[in-house]
């Protein structure tokens, strides 16, 4: 398995960019300096505390897609410091908002890192958006936990020691996508429809690795500062396009379905997990989302919903405890189960807690814990989760149509993993056991 899994492929990406901002603190931090008394350093951790940061969208045209992710963030730490925090230590996170905004994103992070002088950051948000900060974060040694966002642009630990990503790359996803497509639209004219940065050209790097070079007839690309995507499904409509691969955000995924169907076509979308959470689409789509999203097929890294699943029982738990009153949906699981897995090389750097410790500790590797599949993370790969399984909907609710497959980033087999879900320890508290 690890010949498949844990083959790094390390690509740049382009920047793209919206709108405005606002800061938010997530819940209260200690005071900025000392703690632990290992070499290396241990900015942002004191006797009691570890202060950490993110960059999320949480005003803007992004925001109704993606600013669950933050409280879900905010309430598992409250009940991981409500348990006793991580050896002895409580999580303060600060959340700052960057409305997918890039120049927002740098300007955030620099107060993050020179006047909150937090630890580490953890979950950061967007392709475009984070791309902006990865020299500024690596030049000065902080730790860049499980980037929220699907771009290879993490996985390059020679240039970029410090940044990990966390979710299934595009690429990986792409392959997925364009394995079902191939079992079961054989035939099909297949076209893409993609943002115009690392989410939709490595989504369809991956496409074309299983399909072959050529096989996307039509290509097409939206800017995330234009919402009018009228001439891409034009374009796609007067290809003759069947299947369309979609690696979009929610907001343009839901732009691509409206108007398509104003346009009175209805091609086969078969879309990546970012653009594929149906409550998250519902809040752009309104009454019209069960109609629309009926007929799409999506793809999830993450255990759904209504699994058999304790991690599952437990996030609903903290959820119903600690974010009460918000919907549950994907978008919020994954706040959660990234939340966990940046602890877990946190706590496993001891008591004695550095930048330099958490970072080895996390390319020693991690578990599983909530995820489907394994975590590629090793001295020279920082890439994150390695596959996924393909879903359609029944109502607004995912249901899975395949196994779980893992996969490489590049053009290695597409293999079954069985994921099944591993026990939770602890009270789903990492420790340094």
Not at 57 to 65: D, R, Y
Not at 106 to 129: C, H, I, N, Y
Not at 323 to 343: E, P
Not at 401 to 422: A, L, R
Request: glycine letters at 12%; proline letters at 6%; hydrophobic letters at 35%.
């Amino acid at each position: 398995m690890k010949s498949t899994i844990g083959r790094p492929r390390w690509r740049r990406n382009a920047v793209a960019a919206m709108t405005a901002s606002l800061a938010l603190v997530a819940s209260a931090c200690g005071g900025p300096g000392g703690g632990g008394s290992g070499d290396g350093d241990a900015t942002g951790v004191t006797d009691d505390t570890i202060k950490i940061g993110s960059t999320q969208p949480l005003t803007g045209p992004a925001a109704p897609g993606y600013a669950p992710i933050s409280k879900a963030m905010k309430a598992y730490y409250s009940y991981v410091n409500d348990n006793g925090g991580v050896n002895g230590r409580k999580i303060a996170l600060t959340v700052e908002d960057d409305a997918y905004n890039p120049a927002q994103t740098l300007e955030k992070t620099r107060k993050l890192v020179q006047q909150d002088k937090v630890f580490a950051m953890v979950g950061s948000l967007g392709t475009a958006p984070h791309s902006t900060v990865l020299d500024f974060l690596n030049e000065n040694k902080v730790p860049d936990l499980m980037v929220s966002s699907g771009s290879m642009s993490w996985n390059q630990p020679e240039k970029y020691p410090w940044t990990f990503g966390w979710q299934v790359d595009y690429w990986r996803e792409g392959k997925i996508m364009a394995n079902y497509v191939k079992e079961n639209f054989a035939g099909k004219k297949y076209c893409t429809f993609g943002q115009s940065d690392d989410l939709g050209s490595d989504g369809a790097a991956g496409v074309e690795s299983v399909l072959g070079k050529g096989a996307l007839k039509v290509k097409e690309q939206y800017s995330a500062t234009n919402q009018n995507v009228a001439p891409q499904i034009g374009k796609l409509q007067a290809g003759g396009c069947e299947v369309i691969f979609s690696f979009a955000i929610p907001g343009f995924t839901s732009l691509a379905l409206g108007t398509a169907a104003k346009l009175g076509y209805s091609p086969q979308w078969v879309m990546s997990s970012v653009g594929a959470d149906p409550v998250a689409l519902k809040g752009y789509l309104g009454a019209n989302a069960e109609a629309l999203l009926k007929p799409t097929i999506g793809i999830s890294y993450m255990p759904l919903l209504d699994d058999d699943n304790p991690w599952i029982d437990l996030f609903k738990e903290i959820h119903e405890k600690y974010n009460k009153g918000q919907v549950l949906d994907m978008t919020t699981l994954h706040g959660y189960m990234m939340s966990y897995a940046a602890l877990q090389p946190i706590a496993a750097a001891g008591k004695d807690l550095t930048r330099e410790g958490v970072i080895e500790a996390l390319e020693k590797g991690i578990d599983r814990g909530p995820s489907s599949t394994p975590f590629a993370y090793s001295k020279d790969n920082h890439a994150g989760q390695t596959g996924a399984f393909m879903t359609k909907l029944e109502g607004l609710t995912p249901v899975r149509i395949t196994p779980t497959y893992v996969t490489d980033d590049s053009d290695g087999p597409i293999e079954k993993f069985e994921d099944d879900p591993e026990p939770v320890k602890n009270k789903g508290i990492p420790t340094a056991d």
